[in-house]
């Protein structure tokens, strides 16, 4: 079964660092590319940014550059979305969601569970 | 960017009957090289992530139920779900794939009258 797991809810401080991953199993991971979509309390989806799992090429929203940092880990079919510096704004549920193949151009076909990130103080 | 521009915000329609939805982009994104536009629609159930439910603006993705359907070209696209069932109470957003970002619409719910 083709399938993104991502990890668990997270509560921070402000100011606090965050590493959040998204794994993939199923299928041949470097030859898609992961995306992070945001989804703020009660809002819609925003467009992140992608990574390519074969040579982790970044691509980002002007929305999120400098915000995030997106990653993978071709190893253990993993990417990441990361924060230096956690500000309140952040908190929403993140998803990571693989762009689907040539066929059906680069929209996402399959999506992680989502996980959902909290910074208060 | 390209910016996507859904409405209405929210619709409530009798099981059975007919629900439209609309998504306007604020540029083309029609591809001219190979015909295609660039448009997909997705559904979101309340604590789950997003479905994929077409692509192309309208093709299907597998396992989506035919009365779901999508049409348009260039900047104006429409969803359209026929003989609505109490399991498609949702929302749906539309996304454009033309170009990074590829922005979602604003979504629109769908409740049962």
């Known amino acids: 079964e083709v399938q993104l797991v991502q990890s668990g809810a997270e509560v921070k401080k402000p100011g606090e660092s965050l590493k959040i991953s998204c794994k993939g199993s199923g299928y041949n991971f470097t030859n898609f590319w992961i995306g992070w979509v945001r989804q703020m309390p009660g809002k819609g989806l925003e467009w992140m940014g992608i990574v390519n799992l074969g040579d982790s090429d970044t691509r980002y929203s002007p929305s999120f550059q400098g915000q995030v940092t997106i990653s993978a880990d071709q190893s253990i079919s993993t990417a990441y979305l990361q924060w230096s510096s956690l500000k309140a704004s952040a908190t929403a549920m993140y998803y990571c969601?693989?762009?689907?193949?040539?066929?059906?151009?680069?929209?996402?076909?399959?999506w992680g569970q989502g996980t959902m990130v909290t910074v208060s103080s | 960017d390209i910016l996507m521009t859904q409405s209405p915000d929210s619709l409530a329609v009798s099981l059975g009957e007919r629900a439209t939805i609309y998504c306007k982009s604020s540029q083309s994104v029609l591809y001219s090289s190979n015909k295609k536009n660039y448009l997909a629609w997705y559904q979101q159930k309340p604590g789950q992530p997003p479905k994929l439910l077409i692509y192309?603006?309208?093709t299907r993705e597998s396992g989506v139920p035919d009365r779901f359907s999508g049409s348009g070209s260039g900047t104006d696209f429409t969803l359209t779900i026929s003989n609505l069932q109490a399991e498609d109470v949702a929302v749906y957003y539309c996304q454009q794939y033309y170009s990074i970002p590829s922005l979602f619409g604003q979504g629109t719910r769908l409740e049962i009258k």
């Open positions: 969601a693989r762009l689907g193949s040539a066929m059906i151009g680069d929209v996402f076909d399959i």
């Open positions: 192309w603006a309208s």
